[in-house]
């Protein structure tokens, strides 16, 4: 009997074009299970992987963690997940289920966690593998042609709706209207908050309001973004850039929160003394644990939330890419089988 490889792209070197490759992913290990993949969207955190931008990748480097598939088989220990059904992989696709972070419902802090495209090989595939804990059924009612972003990105935006506590009556800012951004101004209409939407581009505006803000700032505009001083409960930043931290440290209200889910390329400066009068937090987190990508996903299928996406095949995954670094994206790609 043959061995059973998984036909993927993957980059040779730092900032390479994707090329078929294959390779022989062994026995199925006892928790794990294989997914064919079906649809996988593109996030910038695989332009970064691909380029070896924060120094992690290794190559051959197979990206790809906005999975949507069908469980093809199951380890001999899996009990939580059958062959046949759909399921979503995003960024992690193992934590270790015995350190306190995963005892406590954290497995998304655990130290030990196996990212999907870290250090081995994920998504641009016709399979790919992770651990049942990992691997979240779909909901009815969730479209698996646009449920791919959910599972990066859309989880990116909600997990801080759930850890922070946030509240029908809570006013919330995004900074940013992208692929992270168009998101959380969906999840945070849908949760009842009053919406603030930042971006640069005034052009947005309305496409912004139609996603969910109540309100639209060109944050270009030092007097508008002066107008919204002491009006916000959290602003999320979804962004990849340097701002003016302190402006929208004034726009928050007392015990307000400046949350970042966006990786800025340098050191956040605050003043001490802003955070101190007003009792402010800047923080950040990472993606969600399982149960809360799965309470993400029976959230949006409620509420029929789903990202705005463009569709390629798999074969033009070069030109998927090209299409993302030039920021002309609306709002996620998801390539297809």
Not at 77 to 94: A, D
Request: hydrophobic share 40%; proline share 5%.
């Amino acid at each position: 009997m043959g061995k059973t490889m998984i036909h993927a792209y993957a980059v040779q070197s730092p900032g390479g074009q994707l090329e078929p490759f294959e390779y022989d992913p062994g026995a199925l290990k006892a928790e794990e299970v294989e997914i064919d993949v079906e649809y996988c969207g593109i996030c910038h955190s695989d332009l970064s992987m691909i380029k070896n931008d924060w120094g992690i990748s290794q190559y051959p480097l197979v990206p790809g963690h906005e999975v949507v598939g069908t469980v093809a088989a199951v380890g001999d220990r899996v009990t939580t997940l059958q062959v046949g059904q759909q399921v979503g992989l995003g960024w992690t696709s193992r934590s270790c289920m015995h350190c306190e972070w995963c005892m406590s419902g954290d497995h998304n802090l655990c130290l030990t966690a196996e990212g999907t495209i870290v250090g081995r090989y994920g998504g641009f595939a016709n399979k790919v593998r992770a651990h049942q804990a990992w691997a979240i059924p779909l909901p009815d009612g969730l479209d698996p042609a646009t449920a791919g972003p959910l599972f990066c990105g859309g989880i990116t935006v909600f997990n801080p709706i759930v850890q922070f506590d946030v509240q029908p009556t809570d006013r919330v800012g995004v900074i940013g209207i992208g692929g992270l951004g168009h998101m959380a101004l969906e999840f945070l209409q849908a949760w009842g908050c009053e919406v603030t939407a930042f971006s640069t581009n005034p052009d947005k505006e309305a496409a912004a309001r139609d996603m969910g803000a109540n309100h639209f700032v060109n944050s270009k505009d030092p007097q508008a973004l002066e107008a919204v001083t002491n009006s916000l409960d959290l602003i999320l930043s979804t962004v990849n850039a340097d701002l003016d931290w302190g402006a929208y440290i004034n726009a928050l209200r007392p015990k307000g929160r400046l949350h970042f889910v966006g990786v800025v390329p340098h050191a956040i400066q605050a003043q001490a003394f802003a955070l101190i009068a007003g009792q402010k937090s800047v923080s950040g987190s990472p993606l969600g644990s399982p149960t809360t990508v799965a309470k993400m996903l029976d959230f949006a299928a409620r509420h029929g939330i789903a990202p705005i996406t463009e569709t390629f095949e798999f074969n033009q995954v070069n030109e998927a890419i090209a299409h993302l670094e030039s920021g002309k994206a609306r709002y996620r790609i998801v390539l297809k089988h």
